[in-house]
């Protein structure tokens, strides 16, 4: 939010410079994103007076415009700009000027005719704020000729750009901030001046009614001003306003943004005309209904969009924009204010889906004080007295059916010091809560504390500890080094499991990742999961950050994906990630979801699925399991058919590895094949064995025997390796695998598989006998259990 420092000092009194001002906020809670001062790049840009308009000779759309810049000499300039007229005053950029955005000005020709710099409208100046800019601006007719625009429009100003969290909404409005500044300066502020004489007898309750249909509209104020005389208005308030980023437009319409923010209270101001029923609708509206807003944008809307209505006919989108049929216009002699205060939620949700934010969408949204809208409706009638572009009609429509009141806390002022580590007394803890509008009584040890309305951020006795430490100083709190007696620091098995993962998967050569736990519905179709799948039943968030963090994952296959697609469209030639993360499966209704901790493998690149499965059984050789087997998985549907096994401990799945699907790359936009493993780490911890026992290095050597088969294209290796195991019992020590081979010399559906086979006994030296009788037992068990044939 832009406060100018000008508007600031018209409500608390200060002389230090800006600089020293952003940073005591800053200290004090109040961020300051950024110190503005315009103007700082403009450069020779004066104003002038158009002395004469003349046709170019050349061009049918410019003209030749003769200006004075104070100077003996009239100077030349070419334009396009139609809304000028001779006498007229404009901002002239001189040869060798420097606009907004460093653009520079040259001397030069336009269709063969002399041009000494160019007239400039607001956008060119960088004054024009979020409103589009037709023509060249136009300044007052006393403006002196000849003198820097910078002088002329106050540029030379500065300007403070907070950053203002969604817990304090009091701090929207640049009284808010004055509140800040005075607290923190230890000085005090002034709120403005709300105290008017309504100068029309008629009262508006004899002439519109309000009706609140619905429980999102919280409060709504209405007031009515007659003889309405639009037009501009004054340079104070225009000089505001575009400080704080706002176009001015006449002078109704700017009294409710001056308004809103100075106070941070929303307003907006209907054409009495418009309603013509006299009657004013808070309600929902229909589905598919059409409107258009102030922007000249037809929108769709839902019956989840809270509307001000004239009878059936919509007027306005409640506390996000008002509608074009009711707009302020060049005519408009009498006037209904409404302020009015809206449930934060549904504001928010709707501005994000008709794609409309805007100033008063963003104050409502963060639940700001319902008793704001008396004080602001009160400012703006003190404002159209002052400004007199009106007469204010007597009497008030208030609804208000749930009044918001003050809280109350008590808090032990000893309990703030021991918290805070500090030795403020009562006096001095008061003093700082008193500056921020907290006000504070002492008795004995306890400070009674009224919260006002408009903090909703002060629920608990450790929200004052923290108001007074920021308003004391927290660089006048002393440092102190906590006492923590008999406690001893050591992290648990599951710490301790996690870091043996993180090391394994390092040492793998992947890199860690992190994702959310929140998916979008959209997850489940790219990775192939059925309609029908459990997998489905996801827990929704009640207030998601949007559509694609609406749900709650119940598998980490789509976040992975996304990391994955994310490297490959930046070109990355390879990625190895690994996460360790959870999942949420859904359970009965009123219950918390089962969450499970699960490690995801991602890889795409120089690989294949020996990788893969390498890395996971380095991840069950690094726990100590011993009886830990693989089996070929053709059901899940997210994975290539062929080419996916699931990981089996004590015949019980604990994870699936494997190719993904090739419909799922396609999904992501990755066009290579990508490999992934989830893991279940709770059953992966359970069957851990992270004991380890020391065992003597052999005795006696070991016998090595080759052995090279031809078994049918589906046999496993790994059940060719269980059979040896199995019949070779305990003097096989090791099998390994060396060569398979598919070619000329193997029949078609068939592959030879070679195997080393180390022999060893314990207690003795094994003779060729003995390993003889074992060997052949093992290759009669191989022909029996799997029809292979010795090659």
Not at 219 to 244: F, T
Request: one cysteine or more; aromatic letters at 6%; a negative charge.
């Amino acid at each position: 939010m832009k406060v100018p420092v000008k508007w600031l000092k018209d409500y608390v009194d200060f002389n230090i410079q800006v600089n020293e001002l952003s940073d005591a906020l800053t200290l004090s809670g109040s961020k300051v994103e950024e110190i503005i001062t315009s103007g700082d790049e403009i450069v020779n840009v004066v104003t002038a007076k158009i002395e004469s308009i003349e046709q170019h000779p050349d061009a049918e759309k410019l003209v030749v415009c003769q200006l004075n810049v104070g100077k003996e000499e009239l100077v030349q300039i070419v334009t396009g700009a139609k809304n000028m007229k001779e006498g007229d005053i404009v901002p002239a950029a001189l040869h060798g000027a420097v606009l907004a955005e460093g653009l520079k000005i040259k001397k030069g020709k336009l269709r063969g005719v002399p041009s000494n710099g160019m007239m400039c409208s607001e956008e060119e100046l960088g004054i024009a704020g979020d409103e589009q800019v037709h023509g060249l601006m136009i300044l007052p007719e006393d403006t002196k000729v000849g003198i820097d625009i910078k002088e002329a429009l106050g540029l030379n100003k500065a300007t403070i750009d907070f950053e203002i969290t969604s817990n304090r909404p009091d701090c929207l409005g640049v009284v808010g901030i004055a509140r800040e500044t005075a607290a923190t300066l230890k000085t005090s502020y002034k709120m403005p001046e709300t105290n008017y004489v309504p100068s029309c007898n008629d009262s508006i309750e004899t002439l519109i009614k309000v009706d609140i249909k619905d429980e999102l509209c919280k409060r709504y104020m209405a007031r009515g001003v007659k003889n309405v005389k639009i037009a501009p208005s004054p340079a104070w308030m225009q000089e505001y306003l575009m400080d704080a980023g706002v176009r001015p437009i006449n002078n109704i319409v700017d009294i409710t943004n001056f308004v809103m923010l100075e106070l941070g209270q929303p307003m907006h101001a209907f054409d009495k005309r418009e309603i013509s029923t006299n009657n004013i609708v808070i309600e929902r509206a229909e589905d598919g209904e059409k409107f258009t807003t102030l922007d000249e944008v037809e929108r769709t809307l839902t019956n989840e969009v809270l509307t001000i209505r004239d009878g059936n006919t919509t007027i306005g989108l409640a506390g996000i924009m008002g509608g074009l049929n009711s707009e302020i216009k060049d005519d408009t002699a009498e006037v209904v204010f409404e302020s009015a205060n809206f449930e934060g939620t549904n504001i928010r949700i709707n501005s994000k889906n008709l794609g409309l934010r805007t100033e008063s969408s963003s104050r409502f949204e963060k639940e700001i004080d319902p008793n704001l809208t008396k004080l602001a409706i009160d400012r703006a009638c003190y404002l159209v007295e002052l400004l007199r572009c009106g007469n204010v009609m007597e009497g008030t429509i208030d609804i208000y059916n749930e009044v918001k009141k003050e809280g109350n806390i008590l808090v032990d002022s000893n309990w703030v010091n021991k918290f805070l580590g500090t030795d403020l007394s009562k006096e001095e803890m008061k003093k700082c809560l008193d500056s921020l509008d907290l006000k504070t009584e002492i008795q004995e040890e306890i400070l009674n504390i009224t919260v006002p309305t408009f903090r909703i951020d002060i629920a608990i006795k450790e929200d004052i500890a923290e108001e007074i430490a920021r308003i004391h100083g927290y660089d006048n709190i002393p440092t102190t080094i906590s006492k923590a007696i008999g406690l001893k620091g050591a992290k648990n098995d599951k710490l301790k499991n996690d870091d043996l993962i993180v090391e394994t998967m390092i040492s793998s050569g992947l890199n860690q990742s992190i994702s959310y736990s929140f998916v979008s519905p959209k997850s489940f179709d790219n990775v192939n999961i059925p309609k029908d799948s459990c997998l489905r039943n996801a827990i929704a968030i009640r207030n998601p950050l949007g559509e694609d963090y609406s749900l709650m994952r119940t598998s980490t296959i789509a976040s992975m994906m996304e990391s994955l697609a994310r490297n490959y469209s930046r070109n990355n030639e390879e990625a190895r990630l690994f996460e360790i993360g959870k999942i949420y499966i859904s359970k009965k209704e009123d219950c918390l979801p089962e969450e499970r901790n699960i490690l995801t493998i991602g890889l795409y690149g120089d690989i294949d699925y020996l990788d893969i499965k390498g890395i996971i059984e380095e991840t069950v050789e690094a726990f100590g399991i011993n009886n830990g087997s693989y089996k070929r998985q053709s059901e899940n549907v997210s994975f290539h058919p062929g080419k996916t096994a699931d990981l089996y401990i004590n015949k019980e799945v604990v994870g699936t590895f494997g190719e993904i699907h090739p419909d799922v790359c396609e999904n992501y936009g990755i066009d290579v094949p990508c490999f992934m493993a989830e893991i279940n780490l709770d059953l992966l911890y359970k069957r851990a064995n992270l004991v380890k026992k020391y065992k003597a290095l052999p005795k006696f050597p070991a016998v090595t025997r080759d052995i090279a088969i031809l078994v049918n294209d589906e046999i496993l290796v790994q059940e060719i390796e269980e059979a040896i195991r199995k019949t070779g019992g305990n003097i096989v020590e090791q099998v390994k695998l060396f060569d398979v081979y598919k070619g000329k010399q193997i029949p078609e559906g068939k592959k030879s598989v070679a195997y080393a086979i180390f022999y060893r006994d314990e207690n003795k030296t094994l003779t060729d006998k003995e390993v003889n009788k074992v060997h052949d037992k093992i290759l009669r068990a191989l022909e029996y259990k799997l029809g292979a044939e010795l090659r």
